[in-house]
């Protein structure tokens, strides 16, 4: 089968590849490892997560994405190759069109980086859409309707707010604080409380098992192992949800002051459109519970989670990949 187009959710924490026919073709973590002697891409994806925090000197594994955007333009370049391979075939007598998610508060230095990074990496075409669009799409929001609705798509490394009516952002805000930001802060609470060091890894799993973005009346409790940073040696803490929910209050502030932001900033027809419908919730951070509940709480707008949260954008790639001519002409930015 001929692969002409291709979706590519270009996330800080994780790439999703949609082919039409095929689906979700790739899920795997936005890391490359290289060789620092060589200079020379070693393993991408899942192969180079394994090695995040167990490379010798010789060894780099990073993440080439930064906040949304590209920080590593040839890394970057190397990974989109890597996956548009994986999906067509290195020898192919068609290079595919290509959509690829980019955050709402890029410039258009950043956009064009993209793309070409793209294009390099075997692309004919390369488009790019705001994310929060592509969430809303995905969350099956109708976004050409003359009606305001709100979409907050907190993913790794960023949290896009936008509100859309008539097929347009007409206010929105790109806080740079994400799934990543809210690891380091529970990996900065541990060592500070329990003096014991852990990894980035460690700081996921805890968030995804126990994290809450309010206080719990029956807490849950996790054991975490890492550096005892006194000792030195190995060491296991028991960690509960409220302490976890107390080490990530500054990262949700953060992210309930860009929603008031776009709020400010908005229409009043519109806003009153929200009030009435809420707001919508998608990426890997609506995951963390009870967040939907603190946003409704804090700023007295109904909030509820998408299905499928951690797929929104992908599958709004889906639909735009279905309709490229149409949405060429609304949503795409090419340049």
Do not use: W
């Amino acid at each position: 089968m001929l692969v002409r187009k291709i979706g590519i959710d270009l996330g800080t924490a994780n790439i999703l590849v949609f082919v039409p026919g095929k689906g979700i073709v790739a899920n795997e973590p936005s890391v490359v490892a290289i060789s620092v002697l060589e200079n020379k891409v070693l393993a991408v994806g899942n192969d180079a997560k394994e090695m995040l925090g167990r490379t010798p000197d010789t060894i780099m594994a990073s993440r080439p994405m930064k906040d949304g955007v590209i920080a590593d333009y040839r890394i970057t370049e190397a990974m989109l190759k890597y996956f548009i391979n994986k999906v067509s075939g290195k020898f192919r007598l068609i290079r595919p069109e290509v959509i690829i998610s980019i955050p709402v508060g890029v410039t258009s230095t950043e956009r064009r980086a993209v793309i070409d990074a793209a294009v390099r990496a075997g692309a004919k075409t390369a488009y790019v859409v705001r994310e929060p669009m592509l969430a809303a799409i995905g969350a099956g929001i109708p976004i050409n309707k003359a009606s305001g609705n709100m979409i907050i798509n907190v993913g790794g490394g960023t949290s896009e707010i936008a509100v859309i009516s008539l097929g347009g952002i007409v206010s929105a805000t790109s806080a740079r604080v994400g799934g990543n930001k809210i690891d380091q802060a529970i990996a900065d609470y541990i060592k500070r409380k329990h003096s014991l060091a852990i990894g980035d890894r460690t700081a996921e799993e805890v968030k995804i098992k126990i994290g809450s973005a309010l206080p719990q009346v029956k807490e849950d409790y996790m054991e975490v192992r890492g550096r005892d940073l006194t000792g030195g040696l190995p060491k296991t803490v028991k960690i509960s949800s409220n302490e976890i929910t107390e080490a990530i209050q500054d990262e949700l502030r953060e992210i309930i002051s860009a929603i008031k932001k776009v709020l400010q900033e908005t229409p009043p027809e519109l806003a009153s459109d929200i009030m009435d419908k809420g707001m919508v919730l998608s990426g890997g951070g609506a995951l963390i519970r009870n967040l939907d509940q603190l946003i409704t709480k804090t700023i007295g707008v109904p909030s509820y989670t998408a299905d499928d949260p951690l797929f929104c954008v992908i599958n709004g790639i889906s639909k735009a990949l279905e309709n490229l001519d149409l949405y060429k002409r609304i949503i795409i930015l090419t340049k």
